[in-house]
């Protein structure tokens, strides 16, 4: 099994400010990531997939970069909307990370 | 568009079994490539894939939960279904079910899920 290990755990942010979330594989995933935003009482919507492509309709401010190990989502200019928890999910054999809640400060 | 809309029984005691029913559109399981995932969200363990059940019947099973699922489908009627036997109160938790494109390894699509208690 490939685990994966997402930090932090919760985060508290301001508006406008720039935001990292990191996931790590026990093992090299070659770019076979994706992350997901989850909003309470929603389900997870689909925001970066292959580590750094842009789902549709998602906003630019959000990016993802990595590779090997080592993967990020980065949300620039925090806004308010971007409340929510954050996962990471490799595709090998489909491992979310535990997730990010991310607060406004 | 693509929509997918979980149904099931709400609540159920242990021992019992966990019968699913995900009813979609916007797509169809006739078509190559296409199938059905299902994933649900626990306090214990967090979101946890469970399995897919694709267009050819191919099916793909988290192998620590593999011998207590079975997944099929009705493609005539846009449904898939899961069934997990001899539930207990792990296994409370909701229950999403998605879109599955073959050689992507994302899920693009959710539905809304549904809420199983298990509780005696």
């Known amino acids: 099994d490939i685990q994966m290990t997402q930090s932090p755990a919760s985060l508290s942010a301001s508006l406008g400010e720039t935001v990292t979330i990191e996931c790590r594989a026990s093992?090299?995933?070659?770019?076979?990531l994706a992350w997901y935003q989850q909003k309470p009482g929603k389900s997870p919507q689909l925001l970066i997939y292959?580590?750094?492509s842009l789902h549709t309709g998602v906003p630019s401010r959000f990016s993802g970069s990595g590779s090997g190990t080592q993967y990020s989502l980065k949300i620039n200019s925090l806004q308010s909307e971007d409340v929510a928890s954050y996962f990471c999910?490799?595709?090998?054999?489909?491992?979310f990370g535990a997730g990010t809640k991310l607060e406004l400060k | 568009q693509v929509s997918l809309k979980e149904s099931g029984p709400g609540i159920l005691q242990p021992f019992q079994t966990l019968s699913l029913t995900c009813s979609f559109s916007?797509?169809?399981?006739?078509?190559?490539?296409?199938?059905v995932g299902w994933i649900r969200q626990t306090s214990g363990k967090g979101l946890e894939y469970l399995a897919t059940?694709?267009?050819?019947?191919?099916?793909y099973f988290n192998p620590s939960l593999n011998s207590r699922l079975t997944v099929s489908k009705d493609t005539s009627n846009n449904q898939a279904f899961l069934k997990i036997t001899s539930v207990d109160t792990a296994d409370t938790g909701t229950y999403y079910c998605?879109?599955?494109?073959?050689?992507?390894?994302?899920?693009?699509?959710w539905g809304q899920g549904t809420l199983v208690t298990v509780s005696s």
């Open positions: 998605t879109q599955c494109y073959n050689n992507h390894g994302w899920f693009a699509y």
């Open positions: 916007g797509f169809s399981l006739g078509t190559s490539n296409m199938g």
């Open positions: 059940i694709w267009w050819d019947d191919d099916k």
């Open positions: 093992e090299d995933i070659y770019n076979g």
């Open positions: 292959n580590a750094n």
């Open positions: 999910q490799q595709y090998y054999d489909y491992t």
